[in-house]
């Protein structure tokens, strides 16, 4: 198992960073909160999850050793592979999905991209007990708090801090903020988190339109 890898940073997408180690570039699918903390050319250290399937082999990289651990125990639900598992990782922080299962709390799953309300009652049942008790270092059980940051709007640093992790200026990272503000309040005010990865995606189209 490869436990993590370390080097400078090659390059970025949204869901892709390409670490150099040792002369050999390694690609590392990430959420974007992930991505939002690296940039091009700077060393980064990420840990590693290496998943073996009969026709590929894909690195799934994460800030630290508690996430991915917490990645690792979600493939434990019946239903839940890599893919889902990141894509609960992108839209909550590792103690909000504790807080959530510890809570029965079936919206905050739900408002994960494929998981519906069947899926969400299943996965409580399945992962109860199984992901530890929060450590009380992100979970906020108000909506729209998926990530552990400081300020009353979380999702807009760490969207900006991807923007420009992906060579975009800081004013041009801020026009797209603003561009997919009400996409995002949209989901606030729905009861759910702001959708991260869309918000992106959403951002950085606007930012190709612009161009």
């Not at 109860?128 to 008790?133: I, S």
Request: hydrophobic share 45%; proline share 7%; charged share 15%.
């Amino acid at each position: 198992m490869i436990a993590f890898v370390s080097g400078p940073v090659a390059a970025l997408t949204p869901t892709l960073a390409v670490v150099e180690v040792g002369g050999v570039g390694m690609a590392v699918q990430c959420t974007p909160r992930t991505i939002a903390g690296l940039r091009t050319g700077e060393p980064a250290r990420l840990a590693t999850s290496l998943v073996v399937r009969e026709d590929s082999l894909t690195l799934y990289g994460f800030a630290d050793d508690d996430e991915r651990q917490v990645f690792e125990l979600l493939q434990g639900a019946s239903g839940v592979g890599p893919r889902l598992a990141q894509a609960m990782l992108g839209a909550h922080s590792p103690d909000a999905l504790r807080l959530a299962v510890s809570t029965g709390d079936e919206k905050a799953l739900t408002a994960v991209p494929g998981i519906g309300k069947k899926g969400a009652q299943k996965l409580l049942l399945e992962l109860k007990g199984k992901l530890g008790t929060p450590l009380g270092t992100g979970a906020q059980a108000g909506p729209g708090r998926a990530v552990a940051a400081a300020g009353p709007a979380p999702w807009t640093e760490q969207l900006q801090a991807a923007l420009i992790g992906l060579g975009y200026a800081s004013r041009e990272a801020e026009e797209a903020v603003s561009a997919v503000t009400p996409q995002a309040e949209a989901a606030l005010a729905a009861g759910g988190p702001a959708p991260v990865p869309q918000l992106l995606r959403a951002a950085l189209q606007s930012l190709n339109r612009a161009r």
